[in-house]
């Protein structure tokens, strides 16, 4: 599709400060379900049956998560990723652009090779240079919806194979860990780090694969969403009450279905994370949560703790991502090993929510001794950020 030229709306600080309060409540929430990948085996890192006994409150817990986090606030993030795209090119143009994607990729490389395989960075990255080579940022936003769509629709093709699949070949469901393998996998990931950083690279060609195959497709329709969301406004008015609450009722029914389904299945098959229409769900979900957002203005108190505590998250999501992973690693791996896939969902839980309360305290007390976060710093003197009458700190 040729790409047809159309002004960006000039943003504004309320239009920013409600995207920094969108991305903080995005970046928080990740760690809700990061934490099982942190603490768990690769391969069990989003299942509930990695040991033999199953308690009905991590069932229970396990059911929520599909319901209203599973891939929820990746998505949002990655909504909100399209329109950073967008502001960036507005105010500093495609070449500041490329060279902070290019450096955002080194990042992801660094931090997926010798930190955390199941980084982000890479992949969004990667995303973000092909979405500005093929000038998608040039749409107008009825055009970037319909390219959106198509982009989306060929993401769902690999989880709709992997659906029949499932429907006929009945393949033998993930069995729980037994202690032999269990002590392997613990002493795998908290024993000698060569062996970590050997095992991490040939799961790293294998998740090169699945975003060639299928999530740079879904990361690039939301980007464009996000892109469109914010060229047609709706960042400075959301939905109306009735259709947030119709996405969010219309997310919880399907992704009920899913629940209902794993039970059947005994939890044999991480049907939350593999599912066709779970993309959809989260999609519906992660605009509703925005939605909410954009219209707790009509609140002003309520607003006003938004802004005091989610938009200085959102101002240094970068830094809490990278240190999200440095935190739980050196929690799980360091300073109790004897914690990794032994403990569970609602410790893990616990784990998470504390976090999220440390970053909450630290972003705001760090904002105001500093204008922006430490990484976002340095981030920006690598890519060389030019200077411009009206630049702001939230990209």
């Not at 090779?113 to 080579?133: M, P, Q, R």
């Not at 060569?194 to 991490?200: G, K, R």
């Not at 998740?207 to 914010?230: D, E, K, N, Q, S």
Request: overall charge positive.
């Amino acid at each position: 599709m040729q790409a047809t030229s159309q002004p960006l709306m000039n943003s504004n600080p309320a239009r920013v400060g409600q995207l920094d309060i969108i991305r903080g409540f995005a970046i928080l929430g990740i760690i809700l379900m990061n934490v099982f990948a942190f603490a768990n085996p690769p391969d069990f890192s989003h299942s509930v049956i990695w040991q033999p006994a199953i308690s009905s409150l991590d069932i229970g817990l396990y059911n929520l998560q599909t319901v209203l986090f599973s891939g929820r606030f990746l998505t949002l993030f990655n909504l909100l990723f399209g329109v950073s795209l967008l502001l960036i090119v507005e105010k500093y143009g495609e070449n500041y652009l490329q060279r902070r994607l290019s450096w955002l990729a080194v990042f992801g490389l660094l931090h997926i090779s010798f930190i955390w395989l199941g980084d982000i960075l890479l992949w969004y990255a990667l995303t973000g240079l092909l979405v500005l080579k093929q000038g998608y940022h040039k749409l107008d936003s009825p055009a970037l919806w319909r390219k959106g769509v198509m982009l989306f629709s060929i993401s769902l093709i690999m989880p709709v194979i992997y659906s029949v699949y499932l429907l006929l070949a009945t393949p033998p469901p993930l069995q729980p860990l037994d202690a032999e393998m269990l002590l392997a996998e613990q002493m795998l990931w908290t024993g000698p780090y060569l062996a970590q950083l050997t095992e991490t690279l040939w799961l790293n060609l294998f998740m090169l694969l699945g975003f060639v195959m299928a999530l740079y497709w879904l990361m690039a329709a939301l980007m464009l969403f996000g892109m469109a969301l914010y060229k047609s406004g709706w960042f400075s008015q959301g939905y109306s009450r009735h259709i947030t609450i119709l996405l969010f009722l219309t997310a919880l029914v399907i992704s009920g279905s899913t629940a209902v389904l794993d039970h059947v299945t005994g939890y044999g098959y991480d049907l939350a994370v593999s599912l066709p229409w779970e993309q959809i769900s989260a999609l519906l979900m992660a605009l509703a949560f925005a939605s909410t957002l954009i219209n707790a203005r009509q609140q002003p108190a309520l607003y006003q703790g938004l802004q005091r505590w989610l938009a200085p998250c959102g101002r240094m999501a970068f830094t809490l991502y990278l240190s999200q992973s440095l935190l739980m690693v050196l929690l799980f791996k360091v300073l109790k090993p004897d914690w990794f896939a032994s403990l569970d969902r609602a410790a893990l839980l616990g784990i998470a929510i504390a976090t999220i309360i440390l970053q909450l305290l630290f972003c705001r007390w760090y904002l105001q001794h500093f204008n922006q976060g430490p990484l976002e710093w340095i981030w920006r003197r690598l890519s060389k950020k030019p200077v411009t009458i009206a630049a702001d700190s939230s990209h």
